[in-house]
């Protein structure tokens, strides 16, 4: 049998180069073809596994011409650069390094704190310029100041303590943070409007998502203290860029430091040009050993699988064997849409995951089944987690995991997966089965009985069982140019709860949720995206 062979297409250390080779695999480094999307879709389709940065884009017109293509690895943690639909389409299997360059991250961001608290690069080029302006730059003190964390996983806990190290006080928000995690780290878990209330300087450490979008935007911006300072080495578009210019420009921001942009490369920005503005280009995880970690770590990774087929860190997969997936592949879909339904309802922090399984699929492996599920209900927060680091991910935030089996159903279903999220504000829970034609259906909301397939666009409205409701919903979504594609509903009782899960072609405003909860009937009504 042929050995596996693996295209690297951007700047990879060495080390792994050598790596593949001691493990057997040929190795092709083109360290410059990443960037000719026309040369790399005429050759993908030679290799087995194709090794990456963040300068090659995996588009789906490559893919279409990755014939052999098995494994993409990324070294390092976003890939946003690859269309993972279309890679998960063709079976191919997308992984990433997402711890390899956490300290890395981590230091820089501790590095921009220290070039705001003393000006740093604005006194650097006076004084290269010949200048002596040794009045000009008064700079503050780190020691005793009060360090606002937003987002307190791997990346944030890490600052937080080496802030705690220059003897900072150090508050944390993150709805995922349990009391004693935050007590393990020396930090004190707040509210948003508390850390912006109290904070002197905030540090931004969360992915992108629609819910952390421009966490810092006008409106909170002017709810911190007056001469807060800034520091933003997560994603851009966490933070509003032009409001935080207008906050500059009047005083109330006293300095902000980004490495990370909406635009990028960014050539312009709001924030170029102010004289208290510290920017590098997207550095955080750009040392010698962070590029060493990542590299050695994807190329063992991508060795594994085309050798031995064990997954490890995939993006669009669990860990499961090739025997396994086509049994799985359909209840892995359940478990990740049930769990994602119930995450996107959820906004106070989480204190537990429970998933029961009833039937068939009791007796499966269900270990895949649970990182899906838990990985459904994280993923609205926490965009970079996937199938194989959730478990860890939720260990690591205090929230505790349970499996339920009982291998006699109880319902009217071979198989059945119930997931109920235990939040502090109230539990939440829906079940699913999958049906003879393999898809996934929602069946159990609340214990009100529905049948709902998932769609991409859906409206989730919980209402009472009374006379009018379903017209008045129906007229606005008509009157709204929103076209219905499915429509179900569910009530415990005549007159009592009721609930109507609607899949719609087009996502769902802000402003059409309003109005829909303005109808008498409606308790609650909610946008869910699959």
């Not at 593949?20 to 790399?40: A, M, S, T, W, Y």
């Not at 997969?317 to 892995?332: D, G, H, N, Q, W």
């Not at 089996?405 to 997966?417: G, L, M, P, Q, V």
Request: charged share 25%.
């Amino acid at each position: 049998m042929p050995a596996p062979r693996v295209l690297i297409s951007d700047a990879l250390s060495p080390a792994a180069v050598q790596i593949f080779k001691d493990r057997g695999i040929e190795v092709d480094f083109q360290p410059d073809l990443g960037k000719d999307k026309d040369k790399l879709a005429a050759i993908i389709g030679e290799y087995d596994g194709l090794a990456i940065r963040s300068a090659t884009k995996v588009t789906a017109k490559i893919l279409e011409q990755a014939k052999n293509l098995k494994v993409i690895g990324r070294a390092g943690i976003g890939v946003d650069n690859v269309e993972i639909p279309a890679a998960t389409a063709k079976g191919i299997i997308v992984m990433n390094t997402p711890f390899g360059n956490s300290i890395t991250t981590a230091e820089h961001a501790i590095a921009m704190m220290f070039a705001l608290a003393r000006q740093i690069p604005q006194a650097d080029a006076s004084t290269q310029a010949g200048k002596w302006e040794k009045n000009r730059f008064m700079g503050v003190e780190l020691t005793g100041k009060v360090l606002g964390v937003i987002g307190c996983g791997n990346i944030g806990s890490i600052v937080a303590d080496r802030a705690i190290g220059l003897r900072m006080k150090v508050i944390a928000y993150d709805p995922f943070l349990s009391p004693e995690r935050a007590v393990e780290l020396g930090v004190e878990k707040v509210e948003l409007d508390d850390l912006l209330r109290r904070a002197d300087i905030i540090t931004l450490h969360v992915p992108m998502t629609e819910k952390t979008k421009n966490v810092l935007s006008a409106e909170n911006i002017a709810k911190t203290k007056r001469g807060v300072r800034i520091v933003n080495c997560a994603r851009g578009g966490l933070v509003d860029e032009v409001a935080l210019r207008a906050a500059l420009d009047s005083g109330h921001v006293a300095g902000a430091a980004f490495d990370v942009f909406v635009e990028e490369p960014a050539t312009s920005n709001p924030l170029f040009g102010h004289p208290n503005v510290v920017c590098t280009p997207h550095l955080g995880a750009a040392t010698t050993e962070a590029q060493e970690n990542v590299a050695l770590q994807v190329a063992e990774q991508m060795s594994d699988y085309l050798l031995q087929g064990a997954i490890q860190n995939a993006v669009n997969f669990p860990s499961i064997t090739a025997e396994e997936a086509p049994r799985l592949k359909p209840f892995v879909a359940l478990a990740e849409k049930l769990g994602s339904f119930l995450g996107q309802l959820t906004e106070a922090p989480i204190k537990g995951i429970r998933i029961e399984y009833e039937g068939n699929v009791a007796e499966m492996n269900t270990r895949a089944l649970t990182s899906a599920a838990v990985t459904g209900v994280l993923r609205p927060f926490l965009q970079d987690i996937n199938m194989v680091s959730a478990p860890l991910v939720a260990r690591d935030r205090g929230i505790m995991v349970e499996e339920v089996k009982r291998e006699n159903a109880a319902r009217d279903y071979e198989s059945f997966i119930r997931i109920v999220v235990d939040a502090e504000d109230m539990p939440r829970h829906a079940g699913g089965t999958v049906f003879q034609d393999g898809k996934p259906r929602v069946v159990d909301i609340r214990d009100i009985a529905v049948d709902a397939e998932f769609a991409p666009h859906m409206i989730y409205v919980r209402n009472d069982d009374k006379p009018g409701f379903i017209g008045r919903f129906g007229t606005l979504l008509g009157e709204s140019g929103v076209n219905v594609a499915t429509f179900a509903l569910g009530r415990d009782k005549p007159g009592g709860d009721a609930i109507c899960f609607v899949s719609v072609d087009e996502p769902v405003s802000d402003e059409l949720l309003r109005r829909i909860e303005e109808i008498p009937q409606v308790k609650r009504a909610r946008a869910v995206r699959f």
